[in-house]
């Protein structure tokens, strides 16, 4: 038998593992998330592992070219790269499922309380030869509702009213029992709210009774092993219908896994969670139902279903109350879904009476524009760098990710945390190229200069030494490698410029194209909301100074974080709102880019980086040293 | 270990078995259907096994008291008292599920077909980038209906439709759909109607394009092993709530095994039925979709539901299309099941303007009054003597049972199929007892006299010599041992005088307890259906005899067979017929037999048999001889 043994720290996890197998392979057998975008190919440099103990295939040059030399003393690997030998002991780099902290909050207007699911207790008189009625009647009596009946409630209801002596708690979603309980259980009732995006998933679970927020978790969605975007989901379908099942399971994995960690901390217990609220883009939400989105993925992009779905949780595996309920928030379209229906319930884009928009960065990027009865979106593909996917130092929004960057006669930086930084986020990754731009080391075109041409520059800064390399190969150094051994070296290459490049010009050129099919001018807009996992630190100034947006929206910009987990939470707390998002979703033009005449041109207009450099600094931000 | 085989012939089925069980116990453990009224108790005689081959416990007194010497020449045994001391080869005496003829089909008005399931033929644009709303809505527009969709469409549907090129046929159940297939499939689709009775359960499978009957198949209830009545059944799940599943288990095996017989005799694959309609008792219908009727055994005999119930086949492990579905039709009460109300739909007796009464003779009595708006039922515990069981010969209407007997000089009988005898059945019981009240052999008190008494009755026929034995082992032979060995021995006991005597006392004390709150007199009374598992052969001149019907409706009777299972036709092919079972469900007034006044006096006079014996004999079907 040639098996061996893998222990994974800091959990002491121990996986069974054929000698030969590449470490990805045998994390991703035992459902370990590691990020790895480019699935394993050898060419992102993500999915690193800190060997510490065991025997190892000897590292080759492509493997060491994406490490840095501070990164291969310490037994730094790429898992993908790494085969076992015999026993081995290692531990993941980059942030897992623990030690994420994603933006998990959204702005919400107010709202009445008034939810789907209701929890009603009754003691209806026993029968009696007068008044032999059946069981169930008897109940629908006191609750004033007649209707479909669950066989799951039949079957457990002459026992629990008579054992309860007929005093029981019934649990309705609307006006249906789904289920019921003994005694009176009427002050325990919770719901969950998810917003399923392509990269992270983040959930909340909430009192159905007062509507507070008991806990928010976050991970990563287990799927980005496939890839880190939609497409490459879609592509995986295309090839095998019967990884639809594989991908659903992966997510409601993902999500049961955040139920449990806020049910641990909080003392709760996932018996009394009822219904399950998601939102997602359109890809994600078939796939949470185990719903092939392969059309979407080719002309003319058709998804399998629009409006909103109810299905029971156990149909799905979601792991709640054995009755309880999930609600899928309805779409548009297939690459308009039910985050941005969320999203634009949360922030009321809907109803407004002067030219707004609703700008969500995400691994899709969607921009709805409304206006009076006007109700327009459209998508494009931004792909993860702004959440920190596709970035040689990018990395989620978590501790020791630099989440802020100044460039001045040195270069200052922000972790969260204020850690020892070990990568870069979403905002800090919008500042580092404005903050090059500023300064003349990054051109309009999105070139990297050299030392040489850097140093042609009159009044430049003293940063020349972090240029380094040539071509497409050069990169400007962040941090430095420190003596201490703390903190890795942090930079960003010209391939990241350019991933920064193609994102900001897919956003912008959907920003220019709803605009003008609208025939608005840009100073026509009354209110700019912002909407996305980068974080609320992010700097309207830097997102102007890259020309994400256009100068002019700086200061009209709202950031309103997760859009998407605050309707899908408006829609778990209230059925009018519910309602009001199936409404919305139907009221949505859809706008196809791909259709739009010259789009082509368009967007390459907005690859350019723009000509003067933004407003000056004037933020409070505190900056740390970095470590120097 | 301890392990012998048990090979049972015909179908010679090899059970691992454990030394020194007893037969019956193994053939339970395998699920092979015996009849064992008494559950094993040694008292009832019925589950007789031939052992053809090995060693067996020997032969005690109790147990060869209820056998006939040629029986323990022929190796006969109760597999109760008979237990395995190696290995055994054997075969089940007692008629089992596949020889038997149980009747099967009821009388029907005229209605329209216009089935809840409905198959339609679609073929929709494809999307286009101008048209790319979803799957699902694409489809609703051609069938014109928008609501709640099932999970399993939404996941089987991109595929489909595309692989079909867009030709589907989809089927919908009332505005629901529930599935679709490629092309057009609309030429194929059945349904089933079954009537699930305390003894015997019989099926049809029906065209629901034409509303013909494919085919028909009927069986015991698999659960007459644990007792033969509804209480017995009742009883089970109150010692142990786990049994409602298993007693669940075996109506559906039993449901299964005859779906898969009809499609196997007529070629019809099972995936193109999508609808099973089922009628029963009250605790039938219960124990089918797994819910208790534990508390419809005490008083006030309440049941947990009573308006019509529609489950997904799967939740029930209905061996049909994957998407099918299960209709139960409503119940009125503890004991006023959905076969009176399948009854009384297909005998119109609500539509009665003057006063009739239809009387569903079946393990449990039930008969039902109706003129202009009154429709009231009540129900007795006939018990199965006119099913065959709880009789010492007594068997379903199945091959080489006594259908009729008529007593002159001699006792002329009748088979079925005109093969030796080798039991009776109900319409030969009934005639059996009424002969031998009109010859006197047995006197109003249910008495059966000795020969000295019988040979004091002036003109008596020559039959003396068939009463044997003392008291109450006494009784009458009705097939003497034939030489030829050919056929059993046949005989009716003074128990089984005194079971026919309970059954008919207590059906006729519910016909007069009707009509007398009703106020109504027997002259009044305008039509009699009469519904039964006894069979169309029965003779309304023994019923009048035996005082079961009182005499003055001999004439008016019509005999309407399975008007359960007739009734559950109707509502599967008529969306109107459905809703006028739930209306007639809800109309019916339940008359508890045991709140009515000096019940037990009533029931009393009922046992007495009459004094005059009935009209003379007129009948013109063929007689055999009874072999002697």
Redo the contacts between chains.
């Keep these: 038998m040639d098996r061996i043994e893998v222990t994974v720290l800091p959990t002491r996890k121990v996986i069974k593992a054929q000698i030969g197998n590449s470490i990805l392979q045998i994390l991703h057998e035992a459902d370990l998330d590691i990020e790895s975008p480019c699935a394993g190919e050898g060419i992102c440099g993500k999915c690193k592992v800190q060997v510490l103990q065991g025997q190892i295939s000897s590292i080759e040059e492509e493997e060491a070219g994406l490490l840095s030399a501070s990164e291969i003393t310490q037994g730094i690997r790429l898992a993908c790269r790494a085969h076992v030998l015999g026993d081995v002991k290692l531990s993941i780099v980059v942030p897992g499922i623990n030690d994420i902290r994603i933006l998990e909050q959204g702005n919400m207007p107010e709202f009445t309380v008034d939810p789907n699911i209701r929890k009603v207790f009754i003691n209806p008189n026993p ?3 007068q ?7 008897r109940i629908e009596e006191e609750l004033k509702i007649s209707g ?2 669950r ?1 799951d409630v ?2 457990s ?3 629990t009213l ?1 054992e309860s002596e007929f005093k029981i708690t019934c649990v309705l979603s609307g006006e249906k029992i789904i289920g019921i309980e003994e005694g009176d259980t009427t002050d325990k009732g919770y719901g969950v709210a998810v917003d399923i995006g392509t990269t992270t998933v983040v959930a909340s679970v909430i009192d159905l009774n007062t509507g507070r927020e008991i806990g928010t978790a976050s991970a990563l969605n287990a799927q980005v092993k496939y890839g880190s975007d939609v497409l490459s989901r879609i592509q995986q379908t295309r090839r095998n ?1 019967n990884k ?1 099942g594989e991908l659903k399971g992966m997510i409601v994995r993902t999500v049961n896994s955040l139920i449990g960690q806020i049910c641990a901390e909080q003392s709760i217990d996932r018996k009394y969670i009822y219904e399950l609220v998601a939102a997602g883009n359109s890809t994600m939400m078939h796939l949470f ?4 989105p ?2 979407i993925g080719v ?9 909103g ?3 029971k949780a156990r ?1 799905l595996e979601i792991d709640i109350s054995e009755f309880g309920e999930v609600y899928c928030l309805p779409i548009a ?2 690459y308009v879904g039910a985050d941005i229906v969320a999203g634009i319930m949360a922030t009321e884009l809907h109803k407004a009476n002067e030219p707004s928009l609703l700008i969500d960065i995400g691994t899709n990027g969607e921009i709805a524009f409304s206006c009076a009865d006007k109700l327009v979106a459209c998508s494009c593909a931004a792909g993860p760098a702004f959440e920190g996917a596709n970035i040689s130092c990018g990395m989620m929004a978590a501790e020791g990710a630099i989440e802020a960057v100044r460039i001045g006669d040195s270069v200052r930086i922000k972790t969260i945390g204020n850690k020892a930084s070990i990568g870069i986020c979403g905002s800090g990754t919008m500042d580092v190229v404005a903050e090059l731009l500023k300064c003349g080391a990054m051109n309009t075109a999105g070139r990297l200069l050299s030392q040489e041409e850097f140093l042609q520059i009159p009044g430049r800064p003293a940063i020349a030494h972090r240029l380094w390399g040539q071509d497409r190969q050069r990169k400007f150094i962040l941090v430095e490698h420190s003596p201490s051994g703390e903190g890795s070296v942090v930079h960003i290459s010209q391939d990241d410029l350019r991933q920064v490049q193609l994102a900001k010009g897919a956003l912008r050129s959907g920003i220019e194209a709803i605009l003008i099919t609208q025939g608005v001018e840009l100073g026509d807009l009354s209110k700019v909301f912002l909407a996305g996992a980068f974080g609320k630190k992010v700097r309207s100034e830097s997102l102007a100074t890259i020309g994400l947006i256009p100068e002019e929206l700086a200061s009209n910009i709202i950031l309103v974080g997760n859009s998407s987990k605050a309707g899908a939470t408006m829609a778990l707390l209230s059925r009018k709102r519910r309602e009001e998002a199936e409404a919305i979703a139907e009221r949505i033009q ?1 706008l ?1 880019l791909s ?1 739009y005449p010259n789009y082509e041109r368009l967007f390459a207009s907005c690859l350019v980086f723009p000509e003067k450099g933004g407003r000056a600094f004037c933020h409070t931000d505190k900056f740390g040293s970095d470590r120097e």
Tied chains: 1, 2.
């Design positions: 029968p009696s030869l008044d032999n009625s059946s069981d169930i009647e479909e009946v066989l039949l079957r209801l002459p026992v008579r219908l639809v139902l185990g719903i092939s392969s059309y002309s003319p992009y058709a998804p399998v279903f629009r409006r779905l109810m299905v149909e379209s297939g859809y196809e259709d």
